[in-house]
């Protein structure tokens, strides 16, 4: 079964601080990877794809780990509009979501 | 630019009813489509994809089944629903497959569906 591990959290975090989300996959034939996120009762968003050479978006940064099967987002000074849960997703044409971590920035 | 319509929004249906929901997409030809749902605290579970017209794949065998009856549209029907069908059903769209192609996926806004 392919299957994209996370954990769920919360993560309650402080405005201002670095959090750093993981994730592991089981699909050694993944072609593409991404971070979704999704705001409560909401659709989900594309936030960045992700590369084996590591990728860096504003305070967002994420990495690939073929060889483990590993995926990692980094948001640094956290702002409260980060609040909302991010999604590690794998795949090719057919993507296979993880259940999500669940973010919380807090005044 | 793309965008990808989903309608209705919300909807409060009774056990036995039958569904129609219907996805369009603007702005692209000849995408993937797709039909998830989001059940209260879960994830995305992958019900139909379809990578052309009358061209759908099944996922999870259910009372649920989809059609695409133009490039753009893709509408996912059930002629008895079950409360188990209640949730956050997404339609989401992709470029067409093959070397090279796009793999992310767009959403749409959603449909909540309650089963009463």
């Known amino acids: 079964r392919k299957e994209v591990e996370q954990d769920p959290g919360p993560f309650n975090v402080p405005e201002g601080a670095t959090v750093a989300f993981n994730c592991t996959y089981s699909?050694?034939?993944?072609?593409?990877f991404f971070w979704y996120r999704q705001d409560c009762r909401k659709e989900p968003k594309l936030l960045m794809s992700?590369?084996?050479s590591g990728n860096e978006d504003g305070r967002f940064t994420a990495q690939l780990n073929r060889a483990s099967q590993y995926i990692s987002l980094l948001i640094r000074d956290s702002k409260l509009s980060d609040s909302a849960t991010y999604l590690c997703?794998?795949?090719?044409?057919?993507?296979?979501f993880g259940k999500g971590t669940k973010l919380s920035v807090i005044p | 630019s793309q965008t990808i319509h989903q309608w209705p929004a919300t909807l409060v249906q009774p056990v036995g009813s039958p569904l129609s929901l219907e996805c369009t997409v603007e702005?692209?030809?000849?995408?993937?489509l797709y039909w998830y749902r989001q059940a209260a605290g879960r994830g995305l579970q992958l019900l139909f994809y379809?990578?052309?017209?009358?061209?759908i794949s099944s996922e999870v065998p259910q009372n649920l089944s989809a059609s695409r009856p133009q490039d753009r549209q893709f509408i996912l029907s059930s002629k008895k629903l079950l409360l188990s069908d209640s949730g956050f059903y997404l339609c989401?769209?992709?470029?067409?497959?093959?070397?090279?192609?796009?793999?992310?996926?767009?959403f749409g806004p959603g449909t909540r569906l309650t089963v009463t």
């Open positions: 989401a769209w992709s470029g067409p497959s093959g070397p090279g192609g796009s793999y992310e996926q767009y």
């Open positions: 699909n050694s034939a993944s072609q593409s």
């Open positions: 992700v590369y084996s």
């Open positions: 997703v794998t795949g090719s044409y057919q993507l296979t």
């Open positions: 702005g692209t030809s000849n995408p993937n």
């Open positions: 379809s990578v052309g017209i009358g061209q």
